[in-house]
């Protein structure tokens, strides 16, 4: 639950609690997410998506405007099928972050992602180069 740990390699933020698309809102580890609603770009709702987690984006830097990957999610029970826009930002400032809006988070190196994700560790393995 520290970002002091791993201190040579990358981490990652995974949440867990309910997210769109899981059925009967069951919880599961998850990256933080936001269903897209009316923001003017895919980069404010990522944004929006990380504020609501983290309480603020002060230390925080997004890497470009643009995802570094997407999902295809197939539907599940009564829900469409939809896409999972990734984008890449870091933590810059203190470590020690007020996580909210979940029931638990961790922060994981890339080969720790794999583990959570055995299902789509081919497709997190190509998305995350460090």
Known sequence: RSLQRALERRLYLLLYGSTYGTPDKEPVW?????????????????????????????NTYFVGNAPMAQMVVEPKEDLPHFKRFFFKSQVIG????????????????????????????????????S
Request: net charge negative; proline share 5%.
């Open 30 to 58: 998850h990256f933080p997410e936001k269903v897209y609603e009316n923001e003017e770009t895919l980069r404010l709702c990522a944004e929006s998506a990380l504020k609501s987690v983290i309480g603020g984006l002060n």
């Open 94 to 129: 203190p470590s020690k972050l007020q996580i909210g809006e979940c029931k638990d988070f961790v922060w994981v190196t890339k080969d720790e992602v794999m583990e959570y994700f055995p299902e789509q560790a081919s497709f997190f393995n190509k998305m995350i180069i």
